[in-house]
Each structure stands twice: as structure tokens, then as C-alpha cells.
């Protein structure tokens, strides 16, 4: 451990030891600061969309994208996207050293998401969730970490309910058979009594 005190006072140059370590160990903090927005500014997580609606039983597909560097090797990254809950948080998706976790999936989502990897090479992780419920809807969260930085994002979704059709429908090709052979009918009836009748 660097003894602060003894480093001050060999930087002290004429001035009171006291204010030239606490130069010193501004100095130092401001440097880390820099450094660390440095590195931290360089790998970013975006959200294509921030706000996504839907229907209850249709598909949709959330993405996100990250910074990538084609040098580094996929077994540095951790990934997991996750519904946030009051009481529990689900987990839509987690990829643990560059290989996909299905196991980690909540039961919930189990069959109903598939990502695209071809995506994920490029930096992009695409999340089709089919067969949407009303309780898809929430906070979306993808928590993205690598070698070289790590970063998260958020988006919502919101599943309406299917709309329910109050009238029967109603096929319209069948009535048109049905009136034609009622015509029909009366056509031949009418002519066997003409033919009666003559």
C-alpha cells in the first residue's frame, strides 16, 4: 500500500508538506476520473426503441446493441435481459461467457423467445417474444458486461388485451350457396307445378 504521507512529503518543494499532498492526491483522483470515463464512455448499450405496445398473443421483438470489438474474444461477455417485477425479477435472457443459459430462463418465457446470434456477433441482441400475455408488459432491462466495459439499458412494453368480437362472423360465401339453392329449389318446384298444371 502506497504510504500517502511519505510520498508527500518528498514532492514537497518549499511548500507546507500538508498542501502539496493534498495537490498530489487531487491530482491523482482527477486523473482517475478522467480514466475512468475514458474507458467507460467507450462501451455503451443503446435501446432501438425505448417504449414498445402490443397486442396479448402476437409477437414482438425488442433489441438492443452494445459496443463491440472485433479483437476480443466472446467468452468475456455476460449477458442478461430481464423483465423487472415487484416481487421477482424474470429472466427473458442470459448468455454466461459468450454461450446462451436457457436454464436460467424464467418459466414464464420458456418456448416463447428466440434470439438471433448471427445479431449478437455484430453487437446487437434481437429478442422475438411470441405468443405475448398482459403480464409481458413491464420494464425491460439488458445488462451488458465485457472485458473491455460494461453497461445496461431500458425499455417498456405494454401488452393490451385481444379484443373480443361481441357479433358472430359471419361467412358470406355460405349464405350465397344457401340463397342460391333455396333459388334452385323454387326454380324446379315451380316447374313441376307448370308442368302439372299444363
Request: with cysteine.
Amino acid at each position: 500500500m502506497v504510504d500517502f504521507t511519505e510520498l508527500c512529503k518528498v514532492y514537497d518543494s518549499g511548500r507546507s508538506w500538508k498542501c502539496a499532498c493534498r495537490e498530489k492526491m487531487i491530482c491523482r483522483i482527477l486523473l482517475l476520473i478522467i480514466l475512468t470515463s475514458c474507458v467507460s464512455g467507450s462501451f455503451v448499450v443503446n435501446v432501438t426503441q425505448t417504449s414498445y405496445q402490443a397486442e396479448e398473443n402476437h409477437n414482438i421483438t425488442l433489441e438492443w446493441t452494445f459496443t463491440t470489438k472485433p479483437d476480443r474474444s466472446w467468452i468475456y461477455i455476460f449477458i442478461i435481459c430481464y423483465l423487472i417485477n415487484a416481487d421477482k425479477n424474470s429472466v427473458l435472457y442470459h448468455v454466461h461467457e459468450g454461450v446462451e443459459v436457457s436454464e436460467s430462463q424464467d418459466e414464464k418465457f420458456s418456448g416463447r423467445v428466440q434470439s438471433d446470434k448471427d445479431a449478437l456477433r455484430e453487437g446487437r441482441i434481437r429478442l422475438q417474444l411470441s405468443r405475448l400475455r398482459t403480464d409481458d408488459s413491464g420494464l425491460y432491462r439488458c445488462e451488458v458486461q465485457t472485458d473491455y466495459g460494461n453497461n445496461l439499458q431500458e425499455c417498456q412494453l405494454s401488452v393490451t388485451a385481444a379484443k373480443v368480437s361481441t357479433k358472430p362472423e359471419r361467412k358470406p360465401e355460405a349464405s350465397k350457396a344457401a340463397s342460391r339453392g333455396s333459388i334452385r329449389v323454387l326454380l324446379l318446384l315451380s316447374g313441376f307445378f307448370f308442368t302439372l298444371c299444363l
